[in-house]
């Protein structure tokens, strides 16, 4: 239990970071995990190939919650090329816990990222490649 | 097994002992499996028979003439036998072997439902149906224009019926879940099913959560179809059966086509067999289906009035339990009597998913989601619930441990 829910977890579920929605967004990316029902909405702010701020919208269970809290902090001030350049492990660092077995919780984990990087390619024009899609 | 104890003597826990998985620790922590309404634990027996089938008898059925053949043969449909048996079907030629409920009742709205639905007909069903009994009438009702009213629920978790036979105008057919999987409701399927003959339906009963439970009599239920899946009772994965009245049956088309279902296949054409074998083509689930009849000789060994009234102490005990940790909320009927083991619940300022996760360190295995059930959480407003659900390996203790961690979780997040 303290490997899974770490102070860190249970801090950022219950007071995200970068909560609420921005008033002229960029782009709005909404991502769903149908298995558990956590749903985040994520507002990207994006000025000269660069996200000047973030905010978002969700419920679900903490792990996806405290996720994007931790994500949103992150990627505030990095370039496209760099978001599109983050990987599952770069989340899993953030929130430091060992989910690496469960691909469950991972599912839940990563959905910040998957609504991050598809409201990315959506800006630019282009997909979600078939293995992001498979984060 | 084999002796039959009274009720106050029920032996649980030498009963428990003949599932092997159940003495393997979790996180180092004894084993609370409170997750058998999605697949239950296997008791030796049945994991022995599905080994002594591969072992000794295996061969394709009902199409060799050599001895093991001959041999599977007789083993597969002395368990179907078993299987009509334990339902109190007419005939054994009424029981047709599936992977599980969800084959069983897409069987029917495939067959029955495409043969006898037209553009405007109706299908009733209820809210609190899984998914099981829900998508295969939505496909077929977009394929036929037939179309589909819910029976609503009220807040208990029951199922209102006081305009039942006004709903029941133009339906041709009811189909309801026997216990709901996530209130644990118990609907009164026999009074359902007088009521829809009178107004000219026929009944499917969705039996994945009762026939593993209660006894169940099809003729006694005045049903149609009952559709339940073996591995939710002891039996392998991969078993299950569909009950249809023969009369049924024997006008519906086939199924899937291909071997076995046959009678005499030309390159101009084909007869199809009889029931059941019209509806089993192919390769059957041979072992499994057999190693299901030996889980119904567990169960009825036990005895299911038995395990029907066991169960209702340890969720009478539960609900007393559980009532007493601070933020829970429980859905579905808040007595024991007409419902069974199945007790869904929401944790105040806990995620059911974590729920679930925090149960897991303390070795206690629920389910978290929506249950296959996605309507009936969007009609309550509740994105998940987390379940615990019993079966007659289960003990007090187990529930006292639920109890406990569910503090735990609830001081965690505090």
């Not at chain 1, 909405?41 to 996720?67: H, M, N, P, Y």
């Not at chain 2, 058998?36 to 591969?54: C, D, F, M, N």
């Not at chain 2, 002395?78 to 599980?100: C, D, P, Y």
């Not at chain 2, 829970?328 to 083991?341: D, M, S, V």
Request: hydrophobic content about 40%; aromatic content about 6%; overall charge negative.
């Amino acid at each position: 239990m303290d490997d899974l829910y770490r102070e860190l977890i249970i801090e950022h579920s219950k007071y995200p970071h970068n909560a609420g929605t921005l008033e002229n967004p960029t782009v709005t990316q909404e991502e769903k995990n149908p298995l558990c029902g956590d749903q985040i909405k994520i507002d990207l702010a994006i000025e000269d190939g660069v996200i000047t701020d973030v905010r978002f919208v969700g419920r679900g269970c903490a792990i996806s919650q405290a996720a994007t809290s931790l994500l949103t902090d992150e990627i505030k001030g990095k370039s496209l090329d760099e978001i599109k350049q983050l990987t599952k492990d770069d989340v899993l660092d953030l929130i430091g816990i060992p989910l690496g077995h469960n691909p469950v919780r991972i599912k839940c984990a990563l959905l910040p990222l998957k609504a991050v990087k598809a409201g990315v390619y959506s800006f630019l024009g282009t997909q979600l490649e078939d293995d992001e899609d498979e984060l | 097994m084999g002796t039959q104890k009274d009720i106050d003597q029920f032996d649980i826990l030498t009963l428990r002992r003949e599932f092997p998985i159940l003495q393997q620790p979790i996180h180092g922590k004894p084993l609370a499996f409170l997750d058998s309404g999605a697949s239950s634990q296997k008791p030796r027996r049945v994991i022995t028979s599905l080994e002594h089938y591969y072992e000794h008898t295996n061969a394709n059925v009902h199409r060799g003439v050599y001895q093991l053949s001959e041999q599977a043969t007789f083993a597969y449909e002395r368990a179907r036998g078993k299987v009509a048996k334990f339902i109190n079907a007419r005939s054994l030629k009424e029981i047709v072997f599936v992977r599980n409920t969800t084959e069983a009742i897409n069987l029917v709205a495939n067959t029955w439902g495409a043969a006898n639905l037209r553009p405007g007909d109706r299908i009733l069903l209820t809210v609190m149906e899984h998914h099981s009994n829900l998508v295969p009438w939505q496909m077929i009702a977009q394929r036929t224009g037939a179309k589909i009213d819910y029976l609503e629920i009220d807040g208990d978790g029951r199922l209102i019926l006081d305009d039942l036979d006004r709903r029941l105008q133009g339906v041709k057919i009811v189909a309801v879940t026997h216990q709901s999987n996530v209130l644990g409701t118990i609907n009164p399927v026999a009074e359902i099913a007088a009521r829809a003959h009178a107004a000219g339906a026929v009944v499917l009963v969705d039996g994945a959560q009762s026939v593993p439970h209660m006894p169940v009599d099809v003729q006694a239920l005045g049903i149609d179809f009952l559709a339940f899946s073996g591995h939710k009772m002891c039996g392998p994965t991969g078993s299950g059966a569909l009950w249809g009245r023969k009369a049924l049956l024997d006008a519906m088309p086939p199924f899937l086509g291909g071997g076995s279902m046959i009678q005499n296949v030309t390159l101009e054409g084909t007869t199809y067999a009889d029931v059941p074998t019209r509806f089993e083509a192919g390769t059957p689930a041979i072992g499994e289906s057999i190693a299901l009849g030996e889980a119904i000789d567990f169960l009825s060994d036990v005895g299911m009035a038995r395990i029907h009234a066991y169960e209702q102490k340890l969720t009478a005990y539960a609900l007393d339990r559980l009532s007493e940790v601070h933020g829970l909320q429980l859905y579905g009927p808040p007595t024991a009597e007409q419902r069974g083991g199945v007790i869904s619940f929401t944790l105040e300022g806990v995620h059911p998913h974590d729920v679930a996760a925090i149960l897991d360190t303390e070795g206690i295995a629920v389910r978290a989601g929506h249950h296959c059930c996605q309507p009936l959480h969007d009609l309550l407003n509740i994105p998940a619930t987390a379940r615990a659900s019993f079966y007659l390996y289960n003990i007090p203790e187990e529930i006292d441990r639920l109890a406990a961690a569910l503090e735990k979780a609830r001081r965690l997040f505090a």
